[in-house]
């Protein structure tokens, strides 16, 4: 009998349907973007977008592309005071600690990620801030220059 009951439960999980647990989006530079990464970002408010479209999956290439850039030609100038100020108000946001706890860990981000993730974001401000100062074509001077980054870079999208 206790034979029976474990074939038949062996047979039940053999026959259970695959589940996603997560989905590589696009590959930026070699660097993998994830639909968890997308959809996370997008509930605590740090991506505009719903849904995993080719408009939220460009934002967070942009955002790779961009944030590579700093990293090679701007020093890190972010202080722990700055990142604590944004945290808090993309808790308040959110609807409190506890409501980021729960995205967070629905998403598969942990609160150090969710702190460099700030950090990044700073780094990229800051240098866009120094490298665009010019207020008059700021915005068309940054989409060329982001167009430009995609083009010299190798960026595999895959279907959302």
């Known amino acids: 009998m206790v034979a029976h ?70 020093p890190l100038r972010v202080d722990a005071a700055a990142i604590d100020a944004r945290l808090a108000d993309l808790e308040r946001r959110a609807g409190g600690r506890e409501a980021v706890a729960r995205i967070l860990a629905t998403g598969g981000f942990t609160p150090d990620r969710l702190r460099a993730w700030i950090r990044d974001d700073l780094h990229v401000q800051a240098y866009l801030r120094q490298r665009f100062a010019a207020e008059e074509r700021r915005e068309a001077l940054l989409a060329e220059w982001t167009a430009d980054l995609r083009r010299r870079t190798v960026i595999v999208r895959l279907d959302p």
């Open 5 to 74: 009951v474990a074939s038949l439960l062996a047979l039940c999980l053999a026959l259970q349907a695959p589940v996603l647990l997560d989905r590589t989006v696009a590959i930026v530079g070699g660097r993998p973007l994830l639909q968890s990464d997308v959809l996370t970002a997008q509930r605590l408010g740090l991506i505009e977008g719903e849904g995993v479209s080719p408009a939220s999956v460009g934002r967070l290439v942009d955002r790779e592309l961009q944030l590579r850039e700093a990293e090679r030609f701007f």
